[in-house]
């Protein structure tokens, strides 16, 4: 266990469906971020939410839509997704403003997209 | 931003040999670096880290070296064992925001 958890574990959604992941941590961070790892582009960067404000957005787009209503939770929010979107969906927490930016992940939500 | 270059993508080793995973990164301001290890059906977990300050640091039988110069740095894995099979990732940070940049990953297969 890392202290971050994510649910579910895997999803199965239509291009029309609208789901949402969920993460949440238990370790007193102030940072969580939302990373796509596909065969392709390993752990891209998708959201950084620093105390609770996003402070990134790697050009992600819109129907992905982070939630982050406090600094323990973060819900990342899906419609419309097409099947390129189907990868393991990793979120992580970290202690931000102490220049060791250690993560600690989460087992992922593995997406597949049909 | 930052880049980070990791080499190479696959590599399989002799149970009981050295595995080197090499990583480079762009930007002069970075000054963390940690290496991930990722098992199957699992998320990345920290193995080790190095601060820009430091040169070498060993844990057991994994170490890391940094060259700040040369802007690259190195995991080495001595007398590897069937569990250290896996995905490694490199990963370089700033203190301006946290960021975590990842290499691509190399997958390390333990050959018995």
């Known amino acids: 266990e890392t202290g971050v958890t994510q649910t579910p574990r895997h999803l199965v959604m239509g291009m029309t469906n609208k789901k949402s992941l969920k993460c949440e941590q238990h370790l007193g961070h102030n940072a969580m971020y939302w990373y796509k790892q596909s065969a392709k582009k390993p752990l891209e960067l998708m959201f950084v939410?620093?105390?609770?404000?996003?402070?990134e957005n790697n050009s992600v787009p819109s129907r992905f839509s982070p939630e982050c209503p406090n600094s323990s939770h973060l819900f990342l929010h899906l419609h419309t997704l097409q099947p390129e979107d189907s990868a393991l969906y990793l979120c992580?927490?970290?202690?931000?403003?102490?220049?060791?930016?250690?993560?600690?992940f989460g087992q992922g939500t593995r997406l597949t997209v049909v | 931003g930052e880049n980070v270059e990791q080499h190479p993508s696959t590599l399989s080793v002799q149970e009981g040999d050295s595995a080197v995973i090499k990583c480079t990164y762009s930007?002069?301001?970075?000054?963390?670096f940690p290496w991930y290890k990722q098992e199957l059906g699992k998320g990345p977990q920290l193995i080790i880290d190095?601060?820009?300050?430091?040169g070498e640091k060993k844990d057991q039988r994994i170490a890391v070296t940094l060259n700040k110069t040369a802007k690259h740095f190195s995991l080495h894995i001595t007398e590897t064992q069937p569990e250290d099979s896996a995905v490694y990732f490199c990963?370089?940070?700033?203190?301006?925001?946290?960021?975590?940049?990842f290499g691509k990953g190399t997958r390390l297969h333990i050959l018995p």
């Open positions: 930007d002069s301001a970075s000054n963390y």
């Open positions: 990963a370089a940070s700033s203190g301006r925001d946290d960021k975590i940049i």
């Open positions: 190095i601060r820009s300050n430091v």
């Open positions: 992580a927490s970290s202690q931000a403003g102490t220049g060791v930016a250690e993560a600690f």
């Open positions: 939410y620093n105390f609770k404000e996003q402070t």
